[in-house]
């Protein structure tokens, strides 16, 4: 698996593979998004949305690979900002099953565990003094931790609705999951846009999912493999693996015996080809679910992650 200076070289060389602005300028709303050379009109882009959220989504996605070096940086920018605000709009329930557990004192966070506090209690009162809050037990309703590997095809279409399906996707781990969350994208190989033990700018990962071109096979057993290696290395008491493909493979490997060694696995397939998403899903123990552009990511996501 490709990460670090490698994974940026394979990003940078993804990157070069630019559109025109005569190609995007082929998408219907184009000219009004972008009325003139380096421009970018983010009022229209938010009336767009309010119109058709999917096709301005994409070619939003589309802009950040223009040839005009301001309009990809303005595009850039922008969908980074707003990927991360829709993936926040649709409460996600990150809770899991929780248990009672006991902790250091922290103010209405939860009971006095007289039992685990005991001794200062009695202590402050046989000194005749306050207590002190940092020898105290308190007992709360702890919540496991979980971490989330999210798994991108990009051995196919890789521009506009696939590319802001993907982003989005990303935007939605990272905001759930912001200290434990891995996101690679695979055709034949498998490339890190973050690696579960990096520290980058969530921007940053976006536009690194953005930057995907599609190309090559589709190795799945590869790409289950190395989620699974990622939150292998995770100390979350849950363990997620978000695989975001039709699941087609084109490399020999066991998908299903992939599949069957990770802790927990979800799958959003394409609309109207998910046959072969769902019979790995449904082999391996899984959930999936069917996605028609990015702006149904946020709620599909919601739905499978939250058990």
């Known amino acids: 698996m490709a990460t670090g200076a490698d994974a940026d ?11 025109s602005r005569r190609e995007l300028a082929r998408a219907e709303g184009f000219e009004q998004l972008s009325p003139e050379v380096g421009e970018l009109d983010e009022a229209a882009v938010s009336d767009a949305l309010a119109t058709d959220p999917d096709a301005t989504l994409a070619l939003l996605a589309r802009m950040t690979g223009a040839t005009d070096t301001r309009l990809r940086a303005l595009a850039e920018r922008l969908a980074a900002r707003l990927f991360l605000d829709l993936a926040r709009q649709h409460e996600v329930d990150g809770r899991g099953i929780g248990r009672i557990v006991s902790a250091p004192y922290r103010p209405d966070e ?48 890789m521009h506009g609705r696939p590319l802001a399906t993907s982003a989005l996707a990303a935007a939605v781990v990272a905001a759930r999951t912001p200290d434990a969350y891995a996101v690679l994208s695979f055709a034949r190989d498998v490339v890190a846009a973050r690696a579960m033990w990096e520290t980058r700018p969530t921007d940053e990962v ?10 090559g096979t589709t190795d799945v057993a590869l790409a289950l493999r190395a989620a699974g290696a990622q939150l292998a ?13 039709d699941c087609r493979a084109t490399e020999h490997g066991d998908v299903v015996g992939a599949a069957r060694s990770l802790d927990e696995l979800v799958v959003l397939a394409p609309d109207g080809d998910s046959a072969e998403a769902a019979a790995l899903a449904e082999s391996a123990g899984g959930r999936w679910t069917t996605v028609s552009g990015p702006s149904d990511v946020v709620a599909a996501l919601s739905s499978v992650l939250n058990r």
């Open 9 to 19: 070289r394979i990003v940078d060389e993804a990157r070069r593979r630019t559109v």
């Open 110 to 157: 939860g009971d006095i565990d007289i039992d685990r506090s005991i001794e200062e209690l009695v202590s402050a009162g046989a000194e005749r003094r306050a207590v002190m809050p940092g020898e105290l037990v308190i007992r709360s309703w702890g919540r496991p931790s979980t971490a989330i590997c999210l798994l991108v095809d990009r051995s196919g279409s």
């Open 206 to 215: 976006i536009d690194r999912v953005l930057s995907l071109r599609g190309h």
């Open 233 to 245: 290395t995770a100390s979350a008491a849950r363990r997620v693996t978000v695989l975001l493909s």
